[in-house]
């Protein structure tokens, strides 16, 4: 069999395209945004013309994988974790209208928020929807569970959700390849009502995925991603989930763990092999990435049942990422400490690039803010969040994608002036158009400043639905054409910017800026290709 | 057989090249591999580092554990320090001492000398200037390989190679550039450590 080299990601989507794939849905978003790259660049994928083009945002990405599920044919979806809060509508109703074609929501979490504004566990949408979860312990699991999660969604007729945490996303391994599959004809649902969530059809819907809660319990109870592996000393048992399973094995290397082990790599979580566990040992420590979700199953409200150990009782830390010197605190294990690191070394936290476009930007805005001092600029999500940090400190908020419209909005109805929102192109693309079209209804006084730097920068060049559109759907959202200005983000026209900007900040209405020049490393990749 | 090694530097300085050519010889070795890379926010100018570790027998964490890194492979001299809890006692640490400064707060010459000077194992050269003699200074990176490579039990062929594969698509000049500064690095540590 062949054997590759694979980001956990990759292992991912190339276990998804040797399953049968047709099609992939994504928006960009670390940690999960090698996984349509990986697509993207696959020969099996061009020759099978397998859809991987980037959508406009998650909610979009989740409703066009879920129309190709209806025409029958394999999909995923992908986004990282906050990305499920934005599907989380069309993500929550596909339990009820289910699934015809294979369908894997692939979910990058960012425990210790690496690159995010949160440390959400996608785990708990799972057994919010009801529906079934999967997650790997290693690169190969990524690799084999697309064949199987898509029997399994096509069995039940149900999305299933695949969860990957960063440290898994982004480490590289090596892969045992199995044999490639077919894709699956173009079919329509057998029953025509399945996918019409009207109140009559959504109660039998309902009633049918609690029914068929059971069989997903009996699936994950005989699931080879779960297993429970048995040891003499019986006075603790592990229950280990998803990448923890190599934390804990780490500490047991020379010798066999005497503690039985459950292993968890599907959910909803195997209910006999922990009845199996609860029954016979004293104790249970659970382990998992992300929050406490099966420790809190299994504890329950008031802990005077089962003795569970975890992250709820200070076991483990009760956020973060896990890593094996924890998992061997959590067991009474020795390991080493290592040095200090010497005081000297001071922190060297990321911030926007020589020459970025952005730069001038918040050069220009700063000055004509300078004699209203600081609280009047609302940031988003991308590179340009950087110039929250010195010497720019140009932006006060970073929520989530879209929210800078929106708070600019809030705000200068609260009477605030002036009022800028500062977005990035893609971010607008993603969720700025609609908080516009608050903002032009609203007759709002605010300055929005589109970041037009022709890329999805902050995740690494992909390309953005609005490229060269911006003006045209500032327009046609209602923004009146002589308060549509671009300027150019250069030193040189500083105080041309300048100017413009106080102009628009006097202008009573709504007023758009497009600074717009490219991201360096866009420009210099372009000259690149051209050589 | 095993070797836990971390590569650490500044977002763009490329330690990624560095991490693939060692898979590449790792794999070509028949040897497990697992190599954790950091994608996303922290590329901007700020510290990157990179788990790589292999072994005759399968490996289970992607990230190294306290005081059990065998090297810490370093492009920039203040980065070596930041990840001296994962060093074992024996361990080795590999650095350029060419200083990378985006910071303020960026400690002084004298400062950072005499942190490496406690270090027992240490291969510490100015891999950007010696780059630089070989052609250009853009092969920093491949210098600091070099320099590894006595310690790495990885044959130094199977290196070579890896080096023709990466760089192989720019063309021979770029390939022998990078193998010089490569032999160069290798050069020093022998006659240093
Ligand atoms: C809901 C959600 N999806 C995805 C992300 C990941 N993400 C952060 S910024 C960003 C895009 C930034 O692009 P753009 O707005 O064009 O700004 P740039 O980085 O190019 O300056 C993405 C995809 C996120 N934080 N939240
Ligand atoms: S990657 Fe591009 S957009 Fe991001 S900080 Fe650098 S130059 Fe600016």
């Known amino acids: ?531 | 057989m095993k070797k836990d090694i971390i590569l650490a530097g500044v977002g763009g300085q490329g330690i990624l090249s560095i991490a693939t050519i060692i898979g590449y010889a790792v794999v070509e070795s028949g040897l497990y591999l697992k190599q954790a890379e950091v994608h996303g926010m922290s590329q901007r100018g700020g510290d990157v580092q990179s788990n790589l570790r292999f072994s005759d027998k399968p490996i289970h964490s992607d990230l190294i554990p306290n005081g059990e890194a065998d090297i810490i492979i370093s492009v920039e001299p203040m980065e070596a320090l930041r990840y001296l809890p994962f060093l074992s006692e024996k361990g080795w640490v590999i650095t350029n001492t060419k200083p990378f400064i985006n910071i303020d707060d960026y400690p002084t010459e004298e400062e950072l000398k005499a942190e490496l000077d406690k270090l027992p194992n240490k291969i510490a050269l100015n891999a950007d200037e010696v780059a630089k003699e070989a052609g250009n200074v853009r092969a920093m990176n491949m210098v600091m390989l070099g320099a590894t490579s006595p310690f790495l039990g990885l044959p130094v062929e199977k290196l070579e190679e890896g080096i023709k594969t990466v760089f192989g698509r720019k063309g021979q000049a770029v390939v022998d550039l990078n193998l010089k500064a490569f032999n160069i690095g290798r050069k020093f540590a022998e006659e240093n450590k």
Not at chain 1, 57 to 86: C, D, F, P, Q, W
Not at chain 1, 497 to 512: A, D, P, R, T
């Open chain 1, 1 to 531: 069999m062949e054997k590759l080299l694979l980001l956990g990601d990759e292992a991912f989507a190339q276990g998804a395209l040797d399953a049968g794939l047709s099609g992939a849905f994504g928006y960009p978003g670390t940690p999960s945004t090698e996984i349509i790259e990986h697509i993207q660049k696959s020969d099996l994928a061009k020759e099978r013309h397998i859809h991987c083009e980037w959508s406009a945002n998650e909610k979009t990405s989740m409703e066009e994988g879920l129309g190709m599920s209806y025409a029958g044919k394999r999909t995923i979806v992908t986004m990282k974790h906050v990305g499920l809060n934005v599907a989380a509508d069309p993500y929550m109703n596909s339990a009820l209208t289910g699934a015809n074609g294979g369908i894997i929501v692939a979910v990058g979490d960012d425990p210790s928020m690496h690159s995010s504004q949160n440390e959400q566990d996608s785990r708990f949408y799972a057994k919010f929807a009801m529906l079934p979860a999967m997650e790997p312990s290693d690169q190969q699991e990524a690799y084999d569970i697309p064949k199987y999660a898509f029997k399994l969604s096509e069995k039940y007729k149900l999305p299933v959700l695949f969860r990957i945490p960063t440290r898994l996303c982004h480490s590289r391994s090596g892969v045992t390849r199995t044999e490639v599959l077919p894709e699956n004809e173009l079919s329509l649902p057998k029953d025509p009502n399945q996918f019409m969530l009207l109140p009559a059809i959504a109660r039998k819907r309902y009633q049918h995925l609690l029914e068929i809660q059971k069989d997903l319990e009996k699936e994950s109870e005989e699931s080879p991603f779960n297993k429970y592996i048995d040891g003499k000393n019986k006075s603790l048992g592990i229950i280990s989930c998803g990448i923890s399973y190599n934390y804990l094995m780490e500490n047991y290397q020379e010798s066999k763990c005497e503690y039985p082990i459950l292993k968890i790599s599907q959910y909803p979580i195997p209910r006999k092999l922990i009845e199996k566990m609860a029954d016979e040992c004293d104790e249970i420590l659970v382990l998992e990435e992300g929050m406490p979700i099966v420790e809190e199953m299994l504890k329950g409200y008031l802990g005077r049942g089962l003795v569970v150990k975890g992250r709820l009782d200070g076991t483990l830390p009760r956020a973060g990422e896990l890593n094996a010197n924890l998992v061997a605190k959590a067991l009474q294990l020795t390991f080493k400490d290592g040095k200090n690191i010497p005081e000297i070394v001071a922190p060297r936290p990321p911030a926007l690039c020589v020459g970025c476009p952005h730069r001038d930007t918040y050069l220009a805005i700063n000055e004509v803010l300078k004699p209203f001092g600081q609280g009047h600029v609302f940031g988003d999500i991308g590179c340009y969040t950087l110039g929250f940090q010195p010497p720019f400190n140009s932006i006060n908020t970073c929520i989530d994608m879209g929210a800078s419209i929106t708070l600019a909005v809030g705000a200068a109805t609260a009477g605030l002036f002036p009022a800028f929102g500062v977005i990035g192109d893609s971010t607008f693309g993603h969720s700025g158009m609609t908080g516009l079209a608050d903002a032009v209804d609203k007759k709002s006084n605010v300055v929005i400043f589109i970041l037009d730097n022709s890329t999805t920068a902050m995740t690494g060049m992909q390309d953005n639905v609005l490229l060269g559109k911006l003006e045209q759907v500032c327009m046609g959202i209602g923004v009146e054409k002589e308060h549509i200005r671009v300027i150019t983000p250069l030193k040189n026209k500083h105080d041309e910017n300048v100017k413009i900007i106080e102009e628009e900040m006097n202008y009573n209405g709504v007023s758009v800026i497009i600074p717009r020049r490219e991201c360096i490393h866009l420009f210099a990749k372009k000259k690149a290709m051209k050589k």
